[in-house]
Each structure stands twice: as C-alpha cells, then as structure tokens.
C-alpha cells in the first residue's frame, strides 16, 4: 500500500531568492512557475476528499469491466487522494469505467492523453464518453479512427477541477451528460508494471486545440 498524503495539496509557490542577506524579487520563471502551482493547487483543491471504493469491491470492478489481471487495482487509504503519485499508476475513477473507458486503453485514447500532457485521472469522467462515442462511430462506419480525425472533432479545456471534453461546432455525441455526480469519490489506483505511453503526474497545462492537419483519407472522412 502506498504511503497516506495530508489532507489538502501541498504548498506548490516557488520560494523566494536570497542574496546577500536581501530577499531579490521573484524572476519572471519563478513568477510563471507561481502562477502554474497555483493553477494546479486549485484542480487539486476540489478533489481533497477520500475515495469511498473499498479493497473488497476491487474483484467486483476487475470481473464487472473486465480488468486484465496485467493492471494492478489498489483501493486508497483515508487521506489519500485523486492527484498524489503512485508508482506507475494513477487514479481511475469507477465513472469512467461506466462511461466505456476500458483497460487496456485503446491506442487512440493514449496518444490524445500523450498529446495533452495531462493524467487521465484530470479529465472529467463524462469525457470518456466523446471518445468512446468516436471510437465506436469509426468502427461501425468503417473509418480508421486517428489521433489527428478525433483532435478535428473534439477540444479539451480546463474547468475548475479538471478538463472536460466538448464537441467542435459541427459535431455533436448524444448520451454525454453535463456531469457525472459522486464521481470525485469513487476512484482507485490503477498501475502496470511497464508503466505508461503519457505522462500520469498532475500538471496545469494550457492545452493546445489547434486541429492537426489531417491527410487525405481523414479529410474524405470527415465529409
């Protein structure tokens, strides 16, 4: 079991610089680097609570979703949370296996996760539904599914406790409600030993939604 953290986010500001005795004003680095811990100790602050998923309700989550026994599913002690850092894992919550999300992740969901360098376990669980509303539209329609068609479809933007998904004007996915309630709660840890194609540490970022270019076949796909 990994180590229990305290029960708010640390303090993330950059210290002061000391020179000879005198306190130097902050670079303008430090002043960027204070405004992104502030950023991200504010998506942490919404998720300072325990998680209400017990280790004996793990078995039922893995056989109910159809975990491979390849992803290790650790249940949190009190006063761990969302955001602390594990080993090769990161907190899934139990929303997002309702909304589609499945283990291991398709191809597609890694590298956008790889692309907006942000861990999975920020991303509003509702969210999943666009991409697994996407994957499964490509499927039955006979389109490849591409990182670069998707970006074309879907933004992701920050809100205050995360980033969400949302359509581009055009496009639209029915099912995919406004919010998920409770879902902040029930999460655990997910890890595998080789570890992950995207990064699964917390970070503000600010996401870049320029649509890629896309190549012939994904422009006649899109039409």
Request: net charge neutral; charged share 15%.
């Amino acid at each position: 079991m990994v180590s229990s953290s305290s029960s708010s986010p640390r303090s993330l500001s950059p210290s002061s610089r000391h020179i000879g005795g005198q306190t130097l004003p902050p670079s303008p680095k430090s002043l960027s680097d204070e405004k992104v811990a502030r950023v991200l100790e504010a998506l942490m602050w919404s998720h300072n609570l325990d998680s209400t998923v017990s280790e004996s309700s793990l078995g039922y989550l893995r056989g109910c979703f159809g975990i491979p026994e390849d992803f290790t599913l650790i249940a949190l002690e009190p006063g761990q949370r969302a955001y602390d850092p594990i080993p090769k894992g990161f907190a899934l919550t139990v929303d997002a296996l309702e909304a589609g999300l499945r283990l291991p992740l398709h191809l597609i969901i890694s590298s956008c996760v790889s692309w907006w360098c942000v861990s999975p376990s920020q991303i509003a669980p509702n969210s999943w539904r666009y991409l697994v509303a996407f994957l499964g539209e490509c499927h039955y329609a006979g389109i490849t599914p591409t990182q670069s068609l998707f970006l074309s479809c879907f933004r992701l933007s920050r809100g205050s406790g995360g980033y969400y998904l949302s359509a581009r004007p055009g496009f639209r996915v029915s099912g995919a409600p406004s919010s998920n309630n409770g879902c902040k709660g029930r999460f655990f840890y997910v890890c595998q030993s080789e570890g992950w194609s995207f990064g699964i540490r917390w970070a503000a970022r600010m996401i870049d939604n320029t649509a890629l270019v896309l190549n012939d076949e994904e422009r006649n796909d899109l039409r």
